[in-house]
């Protein structure tokens, strides 16, 4: 009898020991789920917003592809025209020289006067430096107007939003949840044990140990 009390008492105590293991293991479990879902929140927000990130750096993407189609085209089309009126400028400038000259070497022919004659040569050297003096205005306007153009050119490409699209890391919750459930059973266990031998002990000594058996009244014990 004193060890079947023994024997209830620390399968009380183990019982309460994996009762009190059960309790903790289920609030570890309802941690863990709640940080997972707190987890999948967080991923599925950050998501969404590298999402809208990328969306927004998409439409600017086109628009700055629009700007720099328009500002090429201009740019082409303003340094062909350009180009051609230089080209015809200087062509009719070319002729108007050529035609002068001749003009006045006519008259000079028909006046009897030689081509040779210092008259002569201090009007075609005239006309031959303001034909150099026109050449390199004309030359010097082109310049100048294509410089207009290209400055032009960068003044529709700065219109332009550059920028990488930045996306953020979601970085899960770990630790913090403490699951001390199979510790908690063992040392139940062990303390069941020890608590039920100790009781056994404390009732067989209550109830005359030795004394009352057999083998003590062979010993001699009273």
Request: aromatic share 6%; net charge positive; glycine share 10%.
């Amino acid at each position: 009898m004193p060890f079947i009390i023994g024997g209830l008492m620390a399968a009380t105590a183990i019982m309460g020991s994996a009762s009190g293991a059960k309790q903790n293991k289920a609030q570890a479990m309802a941690a863990q789920m709640q940080q997972d879902q707190q987890n999948f929140n967080g991923r599925w927000q950050n998501e969404a917003a590298n999402r809208n990130v990328l969306r927004q750096w998409e439409a600017q993407y086109h628009v700055n592809r629009g700007i720099e189609r328009v500002a090429n085209k201009t740019a082409v089309t303003q340094k062909y025209y350009a180009k051609e009126m230089f080209n015809n400028t200087a062509s009719q400038l070319s002729k108007q020289t050529k035609s002068t000259t001749d003009m006045f070497l006519g008259s000079v022919a028909s006046m009897g006067i030689s081509q040779d004659s210092a008259s002569a040569r201090a009007v075609l050297r005239q006309t031959t430096l303001n034909a150099q003096k026109n050449s390199a205005n004309l030359r010097t306007n082109y310049e100048n107007q294509v410089q207009d153009i290209e400055s032009q050119y960068e003044n529709m490409l700065s219109q332009r939003r550059l920028g990488s699209a930045e996306q953020s890391t979601f970085m899960d919750t770990k630790g913090g949840i403490v699951d001390s459930s199979s510790s908690m059973l063992m040392t139940g266990i062990a303390t069941g044990v020890m608590s039920g031998i100790a009781g056994g002990v404390g009732a067989y000594n209550q109830a005359g140990g030795l004394k009352g058996t057999a083998s003590g009244k062979l010993m001699g014990m009273k």
